[in-house]
């Protein structure tokens, strides 16, 4: 049974957008916090942006912030990153999470228990 799905990944050149979304089917309440992941080939999963669940902070490696925006809709139990000025380093399976109820924190990989299928980005040069 899929709880998290993710759409909107694709190929693009370098300087390129793209907008991932994923959709918790669940619909399980507010108290969770969310984040995106990616894994490129022969390398690590790595956290890339998170939102928490009790003040919507957000948390963005280095490498990202400026260019990443990641955004969360209640109501439509969405979660979206906006991906602007790709860079071939950015090419990955991204990765939706979703932590256990009421972790204080965002970026610690342990508190993930629900993960999407992920989808693939590819930036050309």
């Known amino acids: 049974q899929v709880q998290l799905a993710e759409s909107g990944g694709g190929m693009v050149q370098a300087g390129g957008s793209l907008r991932l979304a994923c959709t918790d089917y669940?619909?399980?309440?507010?108290?969770?916090?969310m984040a995106w992941f990616r894994q490129a080939p022969g390398k690590e999963r790595e956290l890339v942006a998170c939102?928490?669940?009790?003040?919507?902070?957000?948390y963005y490696i280095d490498s990202v912030k400026g260019r990443f925006t990641i955004a969360r809709d209640y109501a439509r139990n969405i979660f979206a990153l906006q991906m602007n000025d790709l860079r071939p380093e950015d090419t990955a399976v991204y990765y939706c999470?979703?932590?256990?109820?009421?972790?204080?924190?965002?970026?610690?990989?342990?508190?993930?228990?629900?993960w999407g299928q992920g989808t693939q980005v590819t930036v050309s040069s």
């Open positions: 999470a979703k932590s256990r109820e009421y972790a204080e924190e965002c970026t610690l990989h342990r508190d993930y228990y629900t």
């Open positions: 669940k619909r399980a309440g507010s108290g969770y916090n």
């Open positions: 939102i928490r669940w009790r003040n919507a902070l957000t």
